[in-house]
C-alpha cells in the first residue's frame, strides 16, 4: 500500500488552504464523518465551515479553553452558536497537555514535548481528538480526521482512532496526509507567538 504525504517548508497559516485541499481529497473514501478542528480566534473554524459545506461531515471545533488567554477568550461566541445551527460542535474543554501539577504531574508537559518533535500541530491533534472523545463528541474507536496548525491556521492533518483519555493508549494515528517539514521548537514557536501578539 502506498499512500502520500505532503511536506510544507515551514509551518503556518499560509499552509491552511493546501491542507483543507487535502482533506477534502482524503474524504473521497467516504469513511470518514467527523473532522476535529482546533480554531483559535475562529478564523480556521469559519473557513473550514464554509469549504467542507457539500461535504458530509460533522465538524468538531476545539478552541481554547475558557480563561486561557488574559483577555478571555479569542473564539468569537457568534462563531460557536452559528457552527453548532449548522450541524457542528464545538467544545470549549480543558487543554489536556496545560494542566501540569493540576494533578501533581509532569506527565502532560513531557507528552506533549515529544509530540511537537513531530510538530506543533502533531501535538495540537492528539490533545484535540483526547478532548472531544472526553465530551462525547467522537467514540472511542471512531475514525476521524483531526486538522491543527502551527500559532495560526492549519498545516498538519491526521487520519486517526479516537480514544478518551480514560484509554489514552487507544489512540492511534492511521494516516499521515501533510506536515510541516522544519517544526519549529518550542521556543521558536513562543517566540513568533510573542511576536504576532506585540
Do not use: W
Not at 49 to 56: I, K, N, V
Not at 74 to 86: D, I, M, Y
Not at 159 to 182: D, F, G
Not at 187 to 196: G, S
Amino acid at each position: 500500500m502506498e499512500s502520500r504525504i505532503v511536506y510544507f517548508e515551514e509551518g503556518g497559516a499560509q499552509n491552511t488552504q493546501a491542507t483543507l485541499d487535502l482533506v477534502v481529497e482524503r474524504l473521497g473514501s467516504k469513511d470518514i464523518k467527523k473532522i476535529v478542528l482546533a480554531s483559535t480566534t475562529g478564523d480556521t473554524a469559519r473557513r473550514a465551515m464554509e469549504f467542507f459545506r457539500d461535504q458530509e461531515v460533522t465538524l468538531v471545533v476545539v478552541p481554547h479553553q475558557f480563561d486561557f488567554h488574559r483577555d478571555n477568550n479569542a473564539f468569537p461566541p457568534e462563531l460557536a452558536e452559528e457552527l453548532r445551527r449548522s450541524g457542528h460542535q464545538v467544545h470549549f474543554g480543558t487543554m489536556l497537555f496545560h494542566t501540569d501539577e493540576f494533578y501533581g504531574s509532569k506527565n502532560a508537559t513531557a507528552l506533549a514535548n515529544i509530540l511537537r518533535s513531530f510538530c506543533q500541530g502533531f501535538k495540537v491533534c492528539f490533545e484535540i481528538v483526547y478532548m472531544a472523545a472526553d465530551a462525547g463528541l467522537v467514540a472511542g474507536g471512531e475514525k476521524v480526521m483531526a486538522i491543527a496548525g502551527t500559532g495560526r491556521g492549519s498545516d498538519t492533518a491526521l487520519v486517526m482512532q479516537a480514544a478518551s483519555t480514560q484509554h489514552p493508549r487507544r489512540l492511534k494515528v492511521y494516516e499521515i496526509l501533510c506536515k510541516p517539514l522544519n517544526p519549529l521548537s518550542l521556543d521558536e514557536l513562543q517566540e513568533r507567538m510573542a511576536r504576532k501578539e506585540t
